[in-house]
């Protein structure tokens, strides 16, 4: 099993930044892949970006491109998601997620581990 733990979500205003963290322990040799989604209230939950651990390729949603950073620290097991230029409609909760196959799917249903989720608020 693999546990994953995201911290730094809160109330921000628009056009701050805010960064999130996702702690990942247990069986994590077992993942090759992680990835950041969303959910907003009434919507579905939404790809934002992911990476590969062997050669920390990222991809990122279209709607967060240029605004949104994945990083890793391979050594603390740990993602971290850098917002900037934060908008309204970025409002939801964000999760982590873990898959052991080596591509970053952008379904959330291709994911084998997820936290529990982190809300940020952008207010206007």
């Known amino acids: 099993q693999v546990q994953l733990v995201e911290s730094g979500g809160g109330l921000v205003q628009a056009g701050d930044s805010l960064t999130l963290s996702c702690a990942a322990s247990?069986?994590?040799?077992?993942?090759?892949?992680m990835a950041w989604f969303r959910q907003a209230p009434g919507k579905e939950r939404e790809f934002v970006g992911g990476?590969?651990?062997?050669?920390?390729?990222?991809s990122y949603a279209d709607s967060v491109k240029g605004r949104f950073t994945i990083s890793r620290d391979n050594a603390k097991n740990t993602m971290y998601l850098q917002m900037s230029s934060l908008k309204p409609e970025d409002t939801a909760v964000y999760y982590c997620?873990?898959?052991?196959?080596?591509?970053?799917?952008?379904?959330?249903?291709?994911?084998?581990?997820w936290g529990q989720g982190t809300q940020v608020t952008v207010s206007s």
């Open positions: 990476t590969r651990w062997s050669d920390g390729r990222t």
């Open positions: 997620a873990a898959r052991s196959g080596v591509l970053v799917h952008t379904t959330s249903a291709s994911y084998d581990y």
């Open positions: 247990g069986r994590t040799f077992s993942t090759s892949t």
